[in-house]
């Protein structure tokens, strides 16, 4: 059984805990004496309906205030195939949560209130998703209770969203209308929208195809940690573990390990528990040369005819996600695969404005939540791909030097 990553994204209100409560619910996903105490804490609230958004809002803030705060993933499977969910927030000064939520996500969900259409941070999300290059969008409209079921109110907000949508890198979309309080086209079709022919969110996602989205021709193995047992039983052992993130490792595979450029063989690769005849994405395994070269964390496993670049100098998009605003000259630290080091903020390109896609050329800096073309200059090369090519080896984080605290997410530009 395969398994689909999904984000929700949308403005505050528009229903994304509440759609993700009703997924769980009915695709039989809740225990008896959970919905018991969602039901109980409607009814002390004073709600004349189960309030299913309790079930993703874990934090006491988040209830207090009805607002989703911190990404909250959930697990749930049907006959057909497994879901991770990851709830992340709507608020603008919660938009680094939502890239985190969204930058392993298979498909991004957007919500979007029917009454309201499309808003601005609606459409920032969907940029943001569109430049973590998540490979498959929904647009759910919901509570199409409130606007009567309307088609012509559905069919305009489509127009509306496919025209934005045109301008982005968004290879495949759909657009369902939806009522997540009552259950509408979530589960199971509704009979208040005959004029809807598309399939059910459920039935959507159960059926999305997502296993050509990963990047199985450029071989990449960031190394994470060197294996020495040193124990009487694997007195020679030296392995190299990691998680794959491209391509595919099988024994007998000429490598070469960067940055040193150093030629070996696949002498074998391991599980925890016993040997396999290959490693693609995202399997995490310890790989053993046949030849005691010098690999150490951050180094990377490739083929000699397919490298990333080694490179010193990085031209990327970069979301910013710290009050202090970046400027050129500012010194960060890069964390991108397995590696950590020193960069410098040569230039600032430009800023993006998130609603018009604008590129205003004359910015100065990125302030919080603010999205721009940024070219970085690292003290030690990093070992890169273009995210459009590779969401790991093309990713990054921006990191304070001084408190440790991440201050940006990069994706390097083809």
Not at 97 to 111: I, P
Not at 117 to 143: D, W, Y
Not at 209 to 221: E, G
Not at 282 to 302: C, E, F, H, K, Q
């Amino acid at each position: 059984m395969d398994l689909l990553r999904f984000a929700t994204a949308g403005s505050v209100d528009d229903g994304k805990s509440t759609l993700i409560g009703r997924l769980l619910l009915d695709s039989k996903a809740i225990f008896e004496d959970q919905l018991a105490a969602v039901e109980a804490t409607s009814q002390s609230k004073g709600y004349d309906y189960t309030d299913l958004a309790l079930l993703t809002d874990g934090l006491r803030s988040e209830r207090e205030q009805g607002i989703t705060i911190d990404v909250a993933y959930r697990y749930f499977a049907t006959p057909t195939r497994k879901f991770i969910i990851a709830d992340t927030p709507g608020h603008v000064q919660y938009t680094r949560n939502m890239v985190t939520g969204a930058s392993t996500a298979d498909l991004g969900l957007v919500l979007v209130d029917a009454r309201h259409g499309l808003t601005e941070q609606s459409r920032r999300h969907a940029v943001l998703l569109s430049l973590l290059r998540v490979p498959h969008l929904v647009l759910a409209v919901n509570k199409m209770d409130l606007v009567d079921y309307s088609q012509e109110r559905f069919d305009e907000i489509k127009r509306e969203f496919s025209a934005f949508a045109t301008k982005l890198t968004i290879p495949d979309l759909a657009v369902i209308p939806i009522s997540a309080l009552k259950g509408d086209n979530v589960v199971t079709r509704s009979a208040q929208m005959g004029w809807y022919e598309g399939s059910s969110l459920l039935h959507h996602l159960e059926n999305v195809h997502v296993a050509s989205d990963r990047d199985l021709k450029d071989a990449r193995f960031p190394v994470q940690y060197v294996v020495r047992p040193k124990s009487d039983e694997h007195h020679d052992y030296r392995g190299y573990a990691g998680q794959v993130a491209g391509g595919v490792f099988k024994p007998g595979d000429d490598v070469v390990v960067l940055p040193s450029g150093m030629p070996s063989k696949i002498a074998g690769i391991d599980l925890f528990d016993r040997a396999v005849d290959e490693a693609y994405p995202p399997m995490s395994v310890t790989i053993r040369l046949t030849d005691d070269v010098d690999v150490s964390r951050g180094d990377l496993i490739a083929r000699p005819n397919n490298q990333p670049a080694v490179t010193q100098d990085v031209d990327a998009m970069v979301a910013w996600m710290t009050t202090t605003p970046l400027r050129p000259r500012q010194k960060l630290l890069i964390k991108q695969t397995t590696r950590t080091v020193k960069a410098l903020v040569k230039e600032l390109d430009y800023r993006l404005d998130v609603n018009t896609l604008h590129r205003d050329l004359d910015a100065d800096s990125l302030g919080v939540n603010e999205i721009g073309r940024v070219r970085l200059r690292t003290q030690q090369p990093l070992l890169v791909d273009p995210y459009s090519r590779n969401r790991t080896t093309g990713a990054f984080i921006l990191i304070d030097e001084a408190t440790g605290v991440t201050v940006g997410a990069g994706m390097v530009n083809d």
